[in-house]
């Protein structure tokens, strides 16, 4: 019997009724947390329990490839039963008006793109962002010990929540048997992308390959090859070595140069002997300490080509037996702390990590129109590179009870959507509504955090909304433009500048002092607040 031909997605369905409870079955759809070019990822509330998950909605128009991921979509149950602390879980699969969706566990909104400056990171920044590292590449191991390969690894699938960093996004990772070690689409990012890639080829060594694409990443502030297009970006992973800067540490060189070899057997032959090459151990829980800064002495890293002199690793622990289940350390997460929203309207660093350190007590603090300005220098910077490089920034949900809002709140959000449903701009409301302050500015760009950037409507709602924020803060450089058939360029700089507004909001509008400090700065008289 022939196979009965694949339904075909209605996306125009879907952006209809996906705000309606049960339009997946036992889930209330609240916000959107991201997209890409695979598909779309919300926030959803299982009804019952009243928990919290992420459900992606694959986006797949090519009909082959769209067989081939149906077909994939049917190994769920090998990716869904694995139980790892540094793994986004995978709880169910299903189908809706011809769209394939997974439904994962809600991991935060935070990934260690977040945390990436541009710049090398020094101290207690870069011991964390190593710690991230190595709690990914524990899930990673994970992954690859059941014969299933991520092929899609960079800072964006890394969402950190309470201090614990969990890979995210290999659902649709290729099953590879010992038997077969081709692949069927060709998968990834060009800046993480394994050199074999381009020849359909893979396995879990291209995991390696992009691990150390990031983990050079976390330690230069910047991918090891860029380019005016995706071809010239493969072809300089394919043939150019990375340039190594001078601040790394010999450790960090030699760990670099033997993951991104060109040759996948003059790599590290598992994640487990990565992670060894720090000194840590591989299978402890997902908090684990930082290993030592040098690693003891013991024998060579097994199953490996030897590298040449010049960049020889030092030698890491031997392997010990890994005991039959995964180590769980879920009682220990938690007691953790949500630590991602401890901004404070003083302190001179966004939620994303992306300014520079606090000021200590022994140095002046800057005044408030410096941190401003400092924070929008930074925050345009990570515009035009989400724009330069088609990055899908995520932005994160403001943390409104830290903000001590009035008990009217709700009152304030009305407000503010007669400005963002209007047909037309009119300042004379915009102005109405500056009136009312702080809580309205906060409403705002919590409404502009909720708002789709592929949906026409949505986004000009936006541009009412921006244009509404430039109004209250006298901050001109975050007004987006519209256009009537937008590219993935403005899509990207729509959620950045979203994100920017968020930043803004918790730097500058966090308590009714750092408002006030931003009217002036900005030469705006102090508003009365309702």
């Known amino acids: 019997m022939a196979d009965a031909p694949l339904r075909l997605p209605d996306w125009e369905a879907f952006y209809r009724d996906y705000r309606k409870p049960g339009y997946v079955p036992g889930f209330e759809i609240t916000t959107k947390l991201g997209g890409g070019m695979s598909g779309q990822v919300f926030r959803a509330r299982r009804m019952s329990i009243g928990k919290d998950y992420a459900i992606k909605f694959l986006q797949v128009d090519d009909a082959e490839v769209r067989k081939a991921v149906v077909s994939e979509l049917e190994q769920?149950?090998?990716?869904?039963?694995?139980d790892h602390p540094n793994l986004v879980s995978i709880e169910d699969r299903g189908e809706v008006d011809g769209i394939p969706y997974l439904v994962m566990a809600f991991a935060g909104t935070e990934t260690l793109r977040d945390k990436l400056t541009g710049s090398p990171p020094d101290g207690e920044t870069k011991d964390d962002l190593?710690?991230?590292?190595?709690?990914?590449?524990?899930?990673?191991?994970?992954?690859?010990?059941?014969?299933?390969?991520?092929?899609?690894?960079?800072?964006?699938?890394?969402?950190?929540?309470?201090?614990?960093?969990?890979?995210?996004?290999?659902?649709?990772?290729?099953?590879?048997?010992?038997?077969?070690?081709?692949?069927?689409?060709?998968?990834?990012?060009?800046?993480?992308?394994?050199?074999?890639m381009l020849q359909?080829?893979?396995?879990?060594?291209?995991?390696?390959?992009?691990?150390?694409?990031?983990?050079?990443?976390?330690?230069?502030?910047?991918?090891?090859?860029?380019?005016?297009?995706e071809w010239e970006v493969l072809r300089k992973h394919e043939n150019e070595p990375p340039a190594m800067p001078a601040h790394l540490s010999p450790r960090e060189v030699a760990i670099l140069q033997r993951c991104l070899q060109k040759d996948p057997a003059a790599r590290f032959q598992s994640v487990h002997d990565l992670i060894a090459a720090f000194g840590a151990p591989a299978g402890v829980g997902a908090a684990a300490p930082l290993p030592p800064r040098e690693p003891p002495a013991v024998?060579?890293?097994?199953?490996?080509?030897?590298?040449?002199p010049a960049m020889a690793v030092p030698p890491p622990l031997p392997r010990r037996r890994r005991a039959g289940g995964v180590v769980l350390a879920v009682g220990a997460v938690l007691f953790?702390?949500?630590?991602?929203?401890?901004?404070?309207?003083?302190?001179?660093?966004?939620?994303?990590?992306?300014?520079?350190?606090?000021?200590?007590?022994?140095?002046?603090?800057?005044?408030?129109?410096?941190?401003?300005?400092?924070?929008?220098?930074?925050?345009?910077?990570?515009?035009?590179?989400?724009?330069?490089?088609?990055?899908?920034?995520?932005?994160?949900?403001?943390?409104?009870?830290?903000?001590?809002?009035?008990?009217?709140?709700?009152?304030?959000?009305?407000?503010?959507?007669?400005?963002?449903?209007?047909?037309?701009?009119?300042?004379?409301?915009?102005t109405k509504v500056e009136r009312l302050g702080r809580p309205a500015f906060v409403a705002a760009v919590e409404a502009l955090l909720t708002l789709d950037a592929d949906d026409e409507e949505h986004r000009?709602?936006?541009?009412?909304?921006?244009?509404?924020?430039?109004?209250?803060?006298?901050?001109?450089?975050?007004?987006?433009?519209?256009?009537?058939?937008?590219?993935?360029?403005?899509?990207?700089?729509?959620?950045?500048?979203?994100?920017?507004?968020?930043?803004?909001?918790?730097?500058?509008?966090?308590?009714?002092?750092?408002?006030?400090?931003?009217?002036?700065?900005?030469?705006?008289?102090?508003?009365?607040?309702?």
């Not at 893979?202 to 990443?217: K, P, Q």
């Not at 024998?299 to 040449?308: E, F, L, N």
């Not at 035009?384 to 709700?410: F, G, H, K, N, W």
């Not at 979203?498 to 009217?519: E, H, I, N, Y």
């Open 76 to 82: 769920v149950q090998w990716f869904a039963q694995i």
């Open 130 to 196: 190593v710690r991230a590292f190595l709690q990914c590449c524990r899930g990673l191991a994970a992954l690859h010990e059941r014969s299933l390969v991520h092929f899609d690894i960079k800072p964006a699938n890394v969402f950190l929540k309470g201090g614990v960093a969990r890979l995210g996004d290999y659902g649709l990772s290729k099953l590879v048997t010992h038997s077969r070690g081709s692949l069927s689409m060709g998968r990834g990012t060009p800046y993480y992308m394994a050199p074999e």
């Open 200 to 229: 359909r080829r893979g396995d879990h060594r291209s995991d390696v390959y992009s691990a150390g694409v990031m983990l050079y990443e976390i330690l230069t502030g910047s991918v090891p090859f860029r380019g005016d297009s």
């Open 299 to 308: 024998a060579a890293v097994p199953g490996c080509v030897p590298p040449s």
């Open 336 to 430: 953790v702390m949500w630590s991602a929203y401890a901004v404070r309207g003083s302190s001179l660093v966004g939620e994303s990590g992306s300014l520079t350190a606090t000021a200590s007590p022994s140095r002046p603090k800057p005044a408030a129109g410096d941190r401003t300005t400092k924070l929008l220098a930074q925050v345009q910077r990570d515009v035009r590179s989400a724009v330069e490089r088609e990055t899908r920034i995520e932005p994160r949900e403001l943390d409104l009870q830290r903000m001590a809002l009035p008990r009217d709140y709700a009152a304030y959000r009305d407000e503010v959507g007669t400005v963002a449903r209007a047909r037309a701009w009119s300042s004379g409301l915009a």
């Open 460 to 530: 000009r709602r936006a541009a009412n909304l921006q244009r509404l924020l430039a109004q209250m803060s006298a901050i001109e450089g975050l007004v987006d433009e519209v256009r009537d058939e937008p590219c993935e360029a403005d899509a990207c700089r729509f959620l950045a500048i979203a994100d920017g507004w968020r930043r803004v909001a918790v730097v500058c509008a966090d308590t009714d002092a750092s408002w006030q400090q931003l009217l002036a700065r900005t030469g705006k008289a102090a508003k009365v607040e309702r």
